[in-house]
């Protein structure tokens, strides 16, 4: 749990998500947005999402009040941002509105501030570019609502230090999030890459005729995503082949070569890629320990079966 003052710049949904992530990790937090209706609204909403949170045992029953009272509506920019270790900015993806803020916020945050954008589009250098304070300055991009989703990618600008990274990092995950980390600027960062790649096969397979939409959200919901939900894609084929993912890639290599073939950025997996691959999986999950890894993935799948065929809750 973290003692740390945040400032949320921006109450919309988002902020007000990050409010809650925030708080509930144990941050105080300043909500603040330039129209003081939009950050009453929140404090007005936050409550119920709380509630919410309790009602499915997701935080204590005792919690939602005690966690609403580390949040508070900053009326001034100037009171959200004093004493703020961490900035976390959800304006418009606007990058003519994110240079204006950006510039405020680096003109009157405390010096060793971290100044985060929650962006979803733009690169720090869209924004932060010739700023004073570009080296504490990242994108911090989460998927909407954090409070729920705990991923949250940290891109750095050209300026970005390793220690705001370093940092920003620390603090994602001493409030529950999970932070993953480019080691530089790319368009769409990592999440929106894979999202957009999967859905460019999907896109591709209905427009051929080869199957219907509603056949291809069936093939991820209860097919790919049952795996996917609590495992990565890497730690998905390491446990599918006998001896792992060096296995799966042999085995496997030639039929997605031929199904990737006109697919311009795809890898050749016949290269030292499979032996980084491979390194990284056994360090994560030695070989001795393989088995038991299987065994509780099957007992995952077991619970998520069973979470998943409960009635939708109202």
Same mark, same amino acid.
């Given at each position: 749990?973290?003692?740390?003052?945040?400032?949320?710049?921006?109450?919309?949904?988002?902020?007000?998500?990050?409010?809650?992530?925030?708080?509930?990790?144990?941050?105080?937090?300043?909500?603040?947005?330039?129209?003081?209706?939009?950050?009453?609204?929140?404090?007005?909403?936050?409550?119920?999402?709380?509630?919410?949170?309790?009602?499915?045992? $997701?935080?204590?029953?005792?919690?939602?009040?005690?966690?609403?009272?580390?949040?508070?509506?900053?009326?001034?920019?100037?009171?959200?941002?004093?004493?703020?270790?961490? $900035?976390?900015?959800?304006?418009?993806?606007?990058?003519?509105?994110?240079?204006?803020?950006?510039?405020?916020?680096?003109?009157?945050?405390?010096?060793?501030?971290?100044?985060?954008?929650?962006?979803?589009?733009? $690169?720090?250098?869209?924004?932060?570019?010739?700023?004073?304070?570009?080296?504490?300055?990242?994108?911090?991009?989460?998927?909407?609502?954090?409070?729920?989703?705990?991923?949250?990618?940290?891109?750095?600008?050209?300026?970005?230090?390793?220690?705001?990274?370093?940092?920003?990092?620390?603090?994602?995950?001493?409030?529950?999030?999970?932070?993953?980390?480019?080691?530089?600027?790319?368009?769409?960062?990592?999440?929106?890459?894979?999202?957009?790649?999967?859905?460019?096969?999907?896109?591709?397979?209905?427009?051929?005729?080869?199957?219907?939409?509603?056949?291809?959200?069936?093939?991820?919901?209860?097919?790919?995503?049952?795996?996917?939900?609590?495992?990565?894609?890497?730690?998905?084929?390491?446990?599918?082949?006998?001896?792992?993912?060096?296995?799966?890639?042999?085995?496997?290599?030639?039929?997605?070569?031929?199904?990737?073939?006109?697919?311009?950025?795809?890898?050749?997996?016949?290269?030292?890629?499979?032996?980084?691959?491979?390194?990284?999986?056994?360090?994560?999950?030695?070989?001795?320990?393989?088995?038991?890894?299987?065994?509780?993935?099957?007992?995952?799948?077991?619970?998520?079966?069973?979470?998943?065929?409960?009635?939708?809750?109202?």
């Amino acid at each position: 749990m973290s003692a740390a003052h945040v400032a949320i710049i921006g109450a919309g949904l988002i902020g007000q998500s990050w409010a809650i992530a925030f708080a509930r990790g144990g941050c105080t937090v300043a909500l603040h947005d330039r129209d003081g209706d939009v950050t009453a609204q929140a404090m007005e909403a936050i409550p119920a999402s709380l509630d919410a949170m309790a009602t499915l045992g $997701l935080i204590q029953k005792g919690e939602p009040h005690t966690i609403y009272a580390r949040i508070r509506a900053a009326d001034r920019l100037e009171d959200a941002l004093a004493g703020a270790v961490h $900035l976390q900015e959800n304006t418009p993806e606007d990058p003519r509105i994110k240079r204006e803020v950006f510039a405020m916020l680096d003109a009157a945050a405390d010096p060793d501030a971290v100044i985060a954008s929650s962006s979803s589009a733009l $690169l720090p250098s869209d924004f932060v570019t010739g700023l004073a304070g570009a080296a504490r300055c990242l994108v911090a991009h989460p998927l909407n609502p954090p409070h729920l989703i705990p991923a949250v990618e940290l891109v750095p600008g050209p300026a970005t230090t390793t220690e705001t990274m370093a940092r920003t990092r620390a603090l994602m995950s001493a409030i529950g999030q999970s932070p993953i980390e480019t080691t530089r600027e790319i368009e769409g960062f990592i999440m929106n890459r894979l999202q957009g790649a999967l859905l460019d096969e999907a896109f591709s397979l209905v427009d051929r005729g080869i199957a219907t939409p509603g056949d291809i959200d069936t093939a991820m919901r209860d097919g790919l995503a049952r795996r996917w939900a609590f495992m990565g894609p890497f730690e998905t084929i390491d446990l599918n082949a006998p001896g792992g993912i060096a296995d799966f890639m042999d085995r496997y290599g030639q039929a997605y070569a031929e199904i990737g073939r006109d697919r311009p950025s795809r890898p050749d997996w016949k290269s030292a890629l499979q032996t980084r691959l491979s390194d990284h999986r056994r360090a994560a999950l030695p070989t001795k320990d393989r088995a038991d890894r299987i065994r509780w993935r099957d007992a995952r799948l077991a619970h998520l079966a069973r979470l998943l065929a409960e009635k939708d809750p109202e």
